[in-house]
């Protein structure tokens, strides 16, 4: 069974720092590209960050360039996402995501898997 599973979420003073790890298992995402989506309350699903299978490549939000930064170990079959100078309105459950496309994309229809979610919330 293929299985995304996100960690490292919390609650964290505005301007704090966190670490979400996204662990795979049950098949090797090594030629897969990964991403990280967020979605708020009321709010529809966004895309955050995107890494290309080697890691060669990476893609941000505006909203998150240069505070957040995507990176992989595929030794471990595992992506992370280092947030920086966290603010409240990055307050959401964050998703990790795995496509078998051409790379690193922002379209959520392209990721073929997805975890189940991890909490962040970000106090002002």
């Known amino acids: 069974q293929v299985q995304l ?7 964290v003073q505005a301007g704090g720092s966190l670490r979400l790890s996204c662990a795979a298992s049950g098949r090797t995402f090594s030629n ?3 991403g990280w989506f ?4 009321g709010k529809e699903r966004e895309f955050v960050a995107a890494i290309s ?3 060669g490549s990476t893609y941000y939000a505006d909203s998150v ?5 995507i990176s992989r170990d595929n030794a471990k079959n595992t992506v992370y ?4 100078s966290l ?3 990055d307050t959401a459950v964050y998703y990790c995501a795995a496509s078998g496309g051409v790379g690193a994309t922002s379209l959520s229809d392209l990721y073929d898997y997805w975890g ?3 909490q962040v919330t970000v106090s002002s």
């Open 38 to 41: 967020r979605q708020a309350p």
């Open 53 to 55: 299978w080697s890691g």
């Open 116 to 118: 189940q979610g991890t």
């Open 65 to 69: 360039k240069g505070r957040f930064t």
């Open 5 to 11: 599973v996100e960690s490292g979420g919390g609650l």
């Open 87 to 89: 603010k409240p309105e």
């Open 32 to 34: 897969y590209a990964r």
């Open 81 to 84: 996402l280092q947030m920086n």
